[in-house]
Nanobody
Framework: VQLQASGGGLVQAGGSLRLSCAASGRTFSTYVMGWFRQAPGKEREFVSAISRGSGTDYADSVKGRFTVSRDNAKNTVYLQMNSLKAEDTAVYYC??????????????????WGQGTQVTVSS
């Protein structure tokens, strides 16, 4: 599976962005998709995940502000980010793994990664 993330940019605090992650291959619908982010000088951290059946999970820091969704017909997963804060500034990555286990929280447990898209929130 090859992943291509897009949709990042510069936005003011309180604004919104929608990230997209387009996947190649006919097996997209069988993968759990995750979003991670990495700020300068920090480790990559879990943001959200969506299961094959569109069950969702979020980090506490984004719960209530971010929404993950997927369109299996388009081989695409989305991350709608609202009420953005300066601390959301990071490079955002999409990733894929085969199962919905507790490993979904850990970047090392994902098999495939997109190239990342920069999100900058100005305060």
């Amino acid at each position: 599976v090859q992943l291509q993330a897009s949709g990042g940019g510069l936005v003011q605090a309180g604004g919104s962005l929608r990230l997209s992650c387009a996947a190649s291959g006919r097996t997209f619908s069988t993968y759990v998709m995750g979003w991670f982010r990495q700020a300068p000088g920090k480790e990559r951290e879990f943001v959200s995940a969506i299961s094959r059946g569109s069950g969702t999970d979020y980090a506490d820091s984004v719960k209530g502000r971010f929404t993950v969704s997927r369109d299996n017909a388009k081989n695409t997963v989305y991350l709608q980010m609202n009420s953005l804060k300066a601390e959301d500034t990071a490079v955002y990555y999409c990733a894929a793994r085969p199962t919905w286990s507790s490993g979904r929280y850990y970047s090392g447990q994902y098999d495939y990664w997109g190239q990342g898209t920069q999100v900058t929130v100005s305060s």
